[in-house]
């Protein structure tokens, strides 16, 4: 039996392995060409579980030009990132799978969807306020070159891989640190947990649980992320 050749928007619910390495080949060049850091997570596509449609791809003459992603995260709001080729932009194909993600949405009822778009992007910027889409927030990547010790602490705190039998410490810190939802953060931890390259830590002072981080490693970099402290525990280095 002959594969079928690809062409125009497909609706994606699994993903070979071939068709991955084809999504880190979009997500390269995309980079490269505007000096971005777009970041696609890989293994969230191969972890797809099949049961709806999260994301959208664009294929002219079996190639793919164009990918929409949204993340697994959240109910009511979702965010997702997108990329298509430099020589195949300003022919609308972005604008396709951001219908195809918005009618997704309504069928779901997922209440907002949020761009993630790089501010020196500039098709990306250009096509942010070609859509009308309103700035809501923005997040800062900060890179560690140097580290340098603050000096001694003096109150005793522990740091520790933490596992499924703490989500309940881990949630309620994240999910007060940030404004979030306690159950919706257990269930986001929990799936992050599945993932073998996010590994959580959990600080303690004594035996109360004060201050939580994750460990994400990527291809090329190591990720601190959901940096959180309780407030009474803030500003004690």
């Known amino acids: 039996m002959m594969n079928m050749v690809r062409e125009g928007l497909v609706r994606q619910r699994t993903w070979s392995e071939d068709e991955l390495s084809e999504a880190r080949r979009l997500l390269e060049v995309c980079n490269a060409y505007e000096g971005l850091s777009l970041k696609l997570d890989v293994w969230m596509l191969r972890s797809r579980k099949g049961n709806e449609v999260n994301d959208f791809l664009y294929y002219e003459d079996g190639k793919l030009v164009g990918l929409l992603a949204l993340d697994e995260y959240g109910a009511r709001d979702k965010e997702f990132t997108g990329m298509v080729l430099p020589e195949y932009r300003r022919r609308g194909i972005f604008s396709k799978l951001l219908a195809a993600a918005k009618e997704e949405a309504r069928a779901r009822r997922i209440e907002r969807l949020i761009l993630i778009c790089e501010r020196f992007s500039r098709s990306g910027q250009a096509f942010v306020e070609a859509c009308g889409a ?8 900060m ?3 140097d580290f340098k010790e603050r000096g001694e602490y003096k109150e005793r705190i522990s740091l520790r891989k933490a596992g499924p039998e703490d989500v309940e410490d881990l949630a309620v810190i994240t999910a007060t640190s940030f404004g979030h939802s306690i159950e919706g953060t257990k269930r986001n931890i929990l799936r992050n947990m599945e993932n073998p390259h996010v590994q959580y830590y959990l600080g303690k002072r004594g035996e ?4 939580c981080l994750n460990l994400d490693e990527g291809e090329k970099e190591f990720g601190i992320y959901a940096f959180a402290v309780l407030l009474p525990y803030r500003r004690r280095g």
Not at 134 to 141: A, L, N, P, V
Request: glycine share 6%.
């Open 134 to 141: 309103i700035y809501d927030f923005s997040e800062h990547k």
């Open 143 to 145: 890179v560690l070159a």
């Open 208 to 211: 109360e649980a004060v201050g």
